[in-house]
């Protein structure tokens, strides 16, 4: 699993260029465009999931939310196989901009939900489409993250563009906690949803204004290997060809499809079945503080060049290891106390002043630690396994379709109310 390609930094003979100065040296420097990457994730995918991580998007029932999480996984599944292609031939600003365009529907779903109890095959729909364009922007946004830095930054750039993604989730949960600090019922007010769409809408701009890929010039000189502009067949036939020339990536496929299986127990039958809507929003508040620490916290220590890089990969494979036995032994001692039929939705909930709610919300801060520490892990081994972004956007693509392939047989498995 921890076999890699490149070296630890570039040789000394590959040809170096001069950075450009002043405006268009901020402009085109790395770190600038991780930053806006990071704030595309902040304000699409990540003010989404401060949604979803209220558990059932914030409604009574989880069901209709988890049908609809079943949908958008599935599709999602499919077409980030697909979407290191698209991302090949139109290229990565132009996919992550399409990609933002699902996001906006997804969150305008739950609205038109909360106003027509009975829009449930709209927010289904919803989820659908909106598969399409995760699938597209994740792929996008895996080969810029994992294409601009060098060996020595690539922890630190992954923990720049989680820290500003889950800042998305943190704002969005600020913003549902500041509607519904004062409510004590099971769901969320239109007023949390209109302020989610707004930020998100406008984060559908920032890849327009990204720079191209090609112009790149990374902080050690070398530029970032221009991305091939094939036709589609002879791209189609990449995703064949990367399988056949870095084989140990399926190595990491169970790990990919096991990566965000938790999702559907942590947010629906977690968070939603034992919380009423105040406690849920604070949950979902820390839940997303965790993860900005969590990231930042492993992606400093896989930067750590006094350590091998195999060395380094083995122990942060420990570190999540270690936390997913710890984790899930902690969730299941809660489960075993509670069923489906014991927390209906329109049950009394825990509120936070209640007796025993700080155990329970230490427990979902590490839960968002896990999550975060598991995907910059991935993201890492990956990128020290090709500095092709051509290679890496199909990188990305198997991650992304394979982990949503596991979370949608996850939510599917709870929308039909399997133990």
């Given at each position: 699993?921890?076999?890699?390609?490149?070296?630890?930094?570039?040789?000394?003979?590959?040809?170096?260029?001069?950075?450009?100065?002043?405006?268009?040296?901020?402009?085109?420097?790395?770190?600038?465009?991780?930053?806006?990457?990071?704030?595309?994730?902040?304000?699409?995918?990540?003010?989404?999931?401060?949604?979803?991580?209220?558990?059932?998007?914030?409604?009574?029932?989880?069901?209709?939310?988890?049908?609809?999480?079943?949908?958008?996984?599935?599709?999602?599944?499919?077409?980030?196989?697909?979407?290191?292609?698209?991302?090949?031939?139109?290229?990565?600003?132009?996919?992550?901009?399409?990609?933002?365009?699902?996001?906006v529907l997804g969150l305008g779903s739950y609205l038109a939900l909360n106003i027509h109890p009975n829009a449930g095959w709209?927010?289904?729909?919803?989820?659908?489409?909106?598969?399409?364009?995760?699938?597209?922007?994740?792929?996008?946004?895996?080969?810029?993250?994992?294409?601009?830095?060098?060996?020595?930054?690539?922890?630190?750039?992954?923990?720049?563009?989680?820290?500003?993604?889950?800042?998305?989730?943190?704002?969005?949960?600020?913003?549902?906690?500041?509607?519904?600090?004062?409510?004590?019922?099971?769901?969320?007010?239109?007023?949390?949803?209109?302020?989610?769409?707004?930020?998100?809408?406008?984060?559908?701009?920032?890849?327009?204004?990204?720079?191209?890929?090609?112009?790149?010039?990374?902080?050690?000189?070398?530029?970032?290997?221009?991305?091939?502009?094939?036709?589609?067949?002879?791209?189609?036939?990449?995703?064949?060809?990367?399988?056949?020339?870095?084989?140990?990536?399926?190595?990491?496929?169970?790990?990919?499809?096991?990566?965000?299986?938790?999702?559907?127990?942590?947010?629906?039958?977690?968070?939603?079945?034992?919380?009423?809507?105040?406690?849920?929003?604070?949950?979902?508040?820390?839940?997303?503080?965790?993860?900005?620490?969590?990231?930042?916290?492993?992606?400093?220590?896989?930067?750590?060049?006094?350590?091998?890089?195999?060395?380094?990969a083995f122990c942060g494979w420990v570190v999540v290891f270690l936390l997913v036995f710890c984790v899930h032994i902690w969730?299941?001692?809660?489960?075993?106390?509670?069923?489906?039929?014991?927390?209906?939705?329109?049950?009394?909930?825990?509120?936070?002043?209640?007796?025993?709610?700080?155990?329970?919300?230490?427990?979902?801060?590490?839960?968002?630690?896990?999550?975060?520490?598991?995907?910059?892990?991935?993201?890492?081994?990956?990128?020290?396994?090709?500095?092709?972004?051509?290679k890496l956007a199909h990188f990305a693509g198997f991650y992304k379709g394979i982990q949503s392939a596991g979370v949608a047989?996850?939510?599917?498995?709870?929308?039909?109310?399997?133990?």
């Amino acid at each position: 699993m921890f076999v890699v390609g490149p070296t630890q930094e570039a040789p000394k003979d590959v040809q170096r260029y001069e950075r450009p100065k002043g405006i268009k040296g901020f402009y085109y420097n790395p770190y600038t465009q991780m930053a806006m990457l990071g704030l595309v994730c902040f304000t699409c995918p990540g003010l989404y999931n401060a949604m979803t991580g209220l558990g059932g998007g914030g409604q009574i029932s989880a069901t209709t939310s988890a049908n609809a999480n079943t949908a958008l996984y599935a599709i999602f599944a499919f077409f980030a196989f697909f979407a290191g292609s698209i991302t090949n031939v139109i290229g990565a600003r132009l996919t992550l901009f399409l990609g933002t365009t699902g996001y906006v529907l997804g969150l305008g779903s739950y609205l038109a939900l909360n106003i027509h109890p009975n829009a449930g095959w709209f927010l289904i729909t919803a989820g659908a489409i909106q598969g399409v364009c995760a699938g597209l922007l994740w792929t996008a946004q895996g080969s810029l993250m994992m294409s601009y830095p060098t060996d020595s930054q690539r922890g630190k750039f992954i923990g720049v563009i989680w820290t500003i993604y889950n800042l998305g989730g943190v704002v969005g949960a600020a913003v549902s906690l500041g509607e519904n600090i004062h409510m004590k019922t099971n769901s969320v007010g239109n007023g949390t949803y209109i302020a989610l769409i707004v930020l998100n809408a406008i984060g559908m701009v920032v890849p327009l204004l990204m720079a191209d890929p090609e112009k790149m010039i990374r902080t050690d000189g070398t530029k970032v290997t221009r991305t091939r502009q094939p036709t589609w067949r002879s791209e189609f036939y990449g995703l064949y060809h990367t399988l056949r020339t870095d084989p140990m990536v399926l190595l990491l496929f169970p790990m990919f499809f096991s990566s965000i299986w938790y999702y559907a127990w942590q947010f629906n039958d977690y968070n939603a079945a034992l919380f009423n809507i105040r406690a849920r929003a604070l949950n979902n508040f820390v839940y997303w503080i965790a993860q900005i620490l969590g990231s930042v916290g492993i992606g400093m220590f896989l930067d750590q060049q006094y350590l091998s890089r195999r060395t380094r990969a083995f122990c942060g494979w420990v570190v999540v290891f270690l936390l997913v036995f710890c984790v899930h032994i902690w969730g299941y001692i809660y489960q075993r106390q509670y069923t489906r039929q014991s927390t209906p939705p329109d049950s009394v909930k825990m509120d936070i002043y209640d007796k025993g709610y700080p155990a329970k919300i230490i427990l979902y801060i590490f839960c968002g630690a896990l999550d975060a520490i598991w995907q910059t892990v991935v993201y890492w081994v990956l990128g020290t396994m090709s500095d092709d972004p051509a290679k890496l956007a199909h990188f990305a693509g198997f991650y992304k379709g394979i982990q949503s392939a596991g979370v949608a047989i996850a939510f599917r498995a709870d929308a039909v109310g399997v133990p």
